[in-house]
């Protein structure tokens, strides 16, 4: 079965530091997604990306955050200058069309200390 | 008010038991999503609904749009089915809005 894959799976910055989590979705799927998952808490909307464009993004997504789908097949969620409550597990999705069903990632875990 | 609401937050149960999990929404939705997630984090979409019912194996899932409310079921419950059970809605556009998860434990 197709999967939505995710790299790194655990990563640790340093406050301030840039980093870029990187996604392979699924490749007939046209919609792109990222959410995030505060621990303990309940997962939240960041970003949607479409025809090489953002879609729709929440109050989170804030200069502070970008996506780029830099080759055809990797989708990436970059954070510049991360702060401590930028940990969380991101989580990257894919879907066919704007009303088809979510294959999410296995996640990356972001912890800034 | 959340626009997702879960209940129970935490479910117990004996293998075999059948169980039912609760999701009442405020807004107006082009679909409800059930997903599962397993204590290493990762998520896993089980159904997709956006009228009557649905059902895959053990799972069964329902909804009442004029009521605003959808029903996951398992039946004949085992202790593998343990995990966070999540309710997700599209109300417009293409992003998902989650409610809170429940806990699933199920003993043997």
């Known amino acids: 079965e197709p999967e939505v894959t995710q790299t790194p799976s655990h990563q640790v910055t340093q406050m301030g530091q840039e980093v870029i989590l990187r996604c392979v979705p699924i490749?007939?799927?046209?919609?792109f997604y990222w959410y995030r998952q505060i621990l303990g808490q309940k997962v939240e909307f960041l970003v949607s990306?479409?025809?090489?464009?953002?879609?729709?993004k929440s109050e989170i997504f804030d200069d502070q955050f970008s996506v780029e789908r830099p080759d055809g097949s990797n989708f990436t969620l970059k954070i510049r200058s991360t702060k401590l409550e930028d940990s969380a597990m991101y989580f990257c999705a894919s879907s066919e069309g704007r009303a088809a069903g979510y294959t999410f990632g296995s996640g990356t875990r972001l912890t800034v200390v | 008010k959340n626009e997702v609401e879960q209940s129970p937050q935490n479910l117990t149960a004996q293998e075999g038991e059948f169980i039912t999990i609760n999701c009442s929404y405020s807004v107006g939705i082009s679909a409800l999503h059930w997903l599962q997630q397993h204590p290493g984090g990762g998520i896993v979409s089980l159904f997709m609904l956006s009228s009557g019912k649905k059902k895959h194996g053990r799972l069964i899932a329902t909804i009442n749009i004029q009521e605003k409310h959808s029903s996951l079921h398992i039946t004949a419950s085992h202790p593998r089915d343990s995990a966070v059970y999540i309710c997700?809605?599209?109300?417009?556009?293409?992003?998902?809005?989650f409610g809170e998860g429940t806990q699933l434990t199920v003993n043997p």
């Open positions: 997700a809605v599209r109300s417009g556009g293409s992003r998902l809005t």
């Open positions: 490749s007939n799927h046209l919609y």
């Open positions: 990306f479409y025809n090489n464009e953002i879609s729709e």
